[in-house]
T-cell receptor, first 115, second 117 residues
Framework: NAGVTQTPKFQVLKTGQSMTLQCAQD?????MSWYRQDPGMGLRLIHY???????DQGEVPNGYNVSRSTTEDFPLRLLSAAPSQTSVYFC??????????????FGQGTRLTVV | RKEVEQDPGPFNVPEGATVAFNCTYSNSASQSFFWYRQDCRKEPKLLMS???SGNEDGRFTAQLNRASQYISLLIRDSKLSDSATYLC??????????????????FGAGTQVVVTP
């Protein structure tokens, strides 16, 4: 039972490089999202998707792109990495949006350092 | 002002003692409330939902005070394994006819609890 799988777990990038963080879930969840977690800030929403083909911006979308071509996958692309994007990134998925008892399942996180 | 605020702690708790802490939220339209637990360098995991009438799950008790816009978590008979950061999560149900409310989980920065022998 894999749940939400993120790769890679660790990554070091040079300023200006691009990369894609992968996220896959095998729970047939419609709703997926990306968060970044910085010390003292809590998790902040980057982008989210309510189903295949549908994405929307969250609180801190600048510098990131997403796409949702399948229900299972929701990759996050860093277009031109900057030191301010050094963070821990979490992908999350959930079955329902409106149930007040909905649980969000998180991947194990990607620790990204931009030098 | 942050939408969800928590005392970062740490709360240092002797094993077997009780610890309680709060989380305040700014949006009075918030509808759903949760506590998540996050172990060091791990992903958050749902600890419990918070019901309007308050609820218990074993040694954990959650309360909601809508008038003062805060939720609380109480841990009784603390175990060493309770050492973690507890994240307060609040969601908004802006419109029951749309599906975009899930994307707006608001996380607090977390309260660190350290249980000592």
């Amino acid at each position: 039972n894999a749940g939400v799988t993120q790769t890679p777990k660790f990554q070091v990038l040079k300023t200006g490089q691009s990369m894609t963080l992968q996220c896959a879930q095998d729970m047939n969840h419609e709703y997926m999202s990306w968060y970044r977690q910085d010390p003292g800030m809590g998790l902040r929403l980057i982008h989210y998707s309510v189903g295949a083909g549908i994405t929307d911006q969250g609180e801190v979308p600048n510098g990131y792109n997403v796409s949702r071509s399948t229900t299972e996958d929701f990759p996050l692309r860093l277009l031109s990495a900057a030191p301010s994007q050094t963070s821990v990134y979490f992908c999350a998925s959930s079955y329902e949006s409106l149930s007040w008892n909905t649980e969000a399942f998180f991947g194990q996180g990607t620790r990204l350092t931009v030098v | 002002r942050k939408e969800v605020e928590q005392d970062p702690g740490p709360f240092n708790v002797p094993e077997g003692a009780t610890v309680a802490f709060n989380c305040t939220y700014s949006n009075s339209a918030s509808q759903s409330f949760f506590w998540y637990r996050q172990d060091c360098r791990k992903e958050p995991k749902l600890l419990m939902s918070v019901y309007s009438s308050g609820n218990e799950d074993g040694r954990f008790t959650a309360q909601l005070n809508r008038a003062s816009q805060y939720i609380s978590l109480l841990i009784r008979d603390s175990k060493l394994s309770d050492s973690a950061t507890y994240l307060c999560v609040v969601t908004e149900s802006l419109n029951v006819m749309t599906t975009d409310s899930w994307g707006k989980l608001q996380f607090g920065a977390g309260t660190q609890v350290v249980v000592t022998p």
